[in-house]
């Protein structure tokens, strides 16, 4: 899921060569404009705010835990909070 600013031929195809599909829809002035999830776009600001949210934690935000194993389980207590 990305706003218009994503919206390249190139980039839609290297979502969909990678399995996925593209929900990002199309600007306003182009000229074969693509079918979209609606309904799905309209829940990506859920995301969004998790991590605006996620950014409050100055310890999640600036990433002190260096590896992944030990990154993960701050994610798990931030969204408990969250």
Do not use: C, W
Request: net charge positive; no cysteine; proline share 5%.
């Amino acid at each position: 899921m990305a706003d218009k600013g994503y919206d390249s031929s190139d980039f839609v195809q290297l979502i969909e060569d990678s399995g996925g599909s593209a929900v990002i829809p199309p600007r306003s002035n182009a000229r074969n404009p693509r079918e979209y999830d609606k309904e799905m776009y309209k829940r990506r600001n859920l995301v969004e705010h998790f991590f605006n949210r996620m950014k409050q934690f100055r310890r999640s935000a600036t990433r002190y835990e260096e590896t992944a194993k030990s990154f993960l389980p701050l994610v798990h207590f931030v969204a408990v909070f969250v």
